[in-house]
């Protein structure tokens, strides 16, 4: 059985598959150094992250987040101490 930091990972490489046509980025591979993610690319993340968590973040939590987009460990590190539940809502998703 996944954990719920497992079923974040999934949908953030999903998200970085198919927006972002990055196939399986290291965990801790720079996202900025090795793919070109820009800030404009972080933002496209961060609505995709609003999608699928379905919530709504003020511009001062989107502003914090910058920082920790450069890794996917860093993502979801974020997600999870923004959004405590939502490795809970991504599996509720994935099983329905």
């Given at each position: 059985?996944?954990?719920?930091?497992?079923?974040?990972?999934?949908?953030?490489?999903?998200?970085?598959?198919?927006?972002?046509?990055?196939?399986?980025?290291?965990?801790?591979?720079?996202?900025?150094?090795?793919?070109?993610?820009?800030?404009?690319?972080?933002?496209?993340?961060?609505?995709?992250?609003?999608?699928?968590?379905?919530v709504e973040m003020d511009?001062e939590t989107k502003k914090?987040?910058?920082?920790?987009?450069?890794?996917?460990?860093?993502?979801?590190?974020?997600?999870?101490?923004?959004?405590?539940?939502?490795?809970?809502?991504?599996?509720?998703?994935?099983?329905?």
């Amino acid at each position: 059985m996944r954990s719920n930091r497992q079923d974040i990972e999934a949908e953030i490489y999903r998200i970085f598959r198919e927006q972002f046509e990055i196939e399986d980025p290291g965990p801790d591979e720079d996202l900025r150094e090795v793919h070109g993610f820009d800030s404009i690319d972080a933002i496209e993340l961060l609505m995709e992250i609003e999608k699928l968590f379905q919530v709504e973040m003020d511009q001062e939590t989107k502003k914090d987040a910058l920082s920790y987009i450069r890794t996917i460990n860093g993502i979801c590190d974020y997600i999870e101490q923004v959004l405590p539940d939502a490795g809970a809502h991504v599996s509720r998703v994935a099983n329905s």
